[in-house]
């Protein structure tokens, strides 16, 4: 699987976009950064969309991305939990804000699909197998568990706070990819919002060891721009107590497990 980080940051500036990767250019996770981070072609190539939970800065391209497909005749999924989609459809694509993309009607069919996701229920999605596994956030909201055979697989939290534990009974992978939005300085802050910080990163770690022997490689993403060097250097203090690799994810970096 190559992975390409489209956004890693919790901000939108010039240099900085919102949540989103994209799998072998077809698979996406999250929408915060699908229009902001890819050429139209490689929008196009897209065929369906991971959403974790209803927050818009991992919602916000849903519908610029549909436009996009609408003017190229063409079509793309999205798979969410049912309140995430309650939402999307009744704020961000109700046919007010902006184009609604999710009805078909008599001259072409939806350009959006949406798809309801159970927790813990493996799915088949564009030859990928996808496992939502919910996590401990603000709102409801669902991890995604990805795997292309061969021992590759990855599990992507979106945004959560401490307490993956159940998550870990549950799933394995190759590599976590999970937000720490800020630096330890507000680690209270996090424990009530439902985010992490590289000391509640290394909890949870931890606490992946205990129950399956080993820690995966960790990518963090939804960084605070301006706390950012704060965080390198913690996330480099646990990288070291623990002897594994923690990476800060950028914008269009890329790797391949």
């Avoid at 949540?19 to 369906?48: C, F, H, P, R, Y």
């Avoid at 798809?115 to 990928?128: A, K, S, W």
């Avoid at 424990?191 to 949870?204: D, F, I, R, T, V």
């Avoid at 070291?240 to 690799?245: P, V, W």
């Amino acid at each position: 699987m190559k992975i390409r980080f489209l956004g890693a940051h919790n901000t939108e500036t010039r240099d900085t976009r919102l949540s989103g990767l994209l799998v072998d250019g077809v698979l996406a996770l999250d929408a915060g950064s699908l229009t902001s981070g890819l050429t139209l072609s490689e929008q196009l190539g897209i065929k369906a969309v991971l959403v974790t939970h209803q927050h818009y800065d991992h919602v916000k391209d849903l519908p610029l991305l549909g436009m996009n497909h609408f003017l190229n005749h063409s079509s793309f999924s999205v798979y969410c939990l049912a309140e995430t989609g309650d939402v999307i459809c009744k704020y961000l694509m109700d046919g007010n804000l902006y184009s609604e993309f999710l009805k078909k009607d008599e001259k072409r069919n939806a350009v959006i699909k949406l798809n309801t996701v159970d927790p813990y229920l493996q799915m088949q999605i564009e030859g990928y197998s996808v496992t939502p596994v919910p996590v401990s956030h603000g709102v409801p909201s669902a991890g995604y568990l990805v795997s292309a055979g061969e021992g590759k697989s990855l599990f992507y939290t979106g945004d959560t706070g401490p307490g993956l534990s159940a998550c870990f009974e549950q799933i394995s992978s190759n590599l976590l990819i999970i937000e720490v939005t800020s630096s330890d300085k507000y680690l209270d802050f996090c424990k009530e919002k439902g985010h992490m910080c590289p000391a509640l990163l290394k909890e949870e770690l931890l606490r992946h060891r205990d129950m399956r022997g080993y820690i995966p490689d960790v990518v963090t993403v939804h960084m605070n721009k301006m706390l950012e060097d704060k965080m390198r250097m913690e996330l480099q203090a646990v990288s070291e107590e623990l002897g594994i690799s923690i990476e800060m994810a950028f914008e269009g970096k890329e790797l391949e497990i």
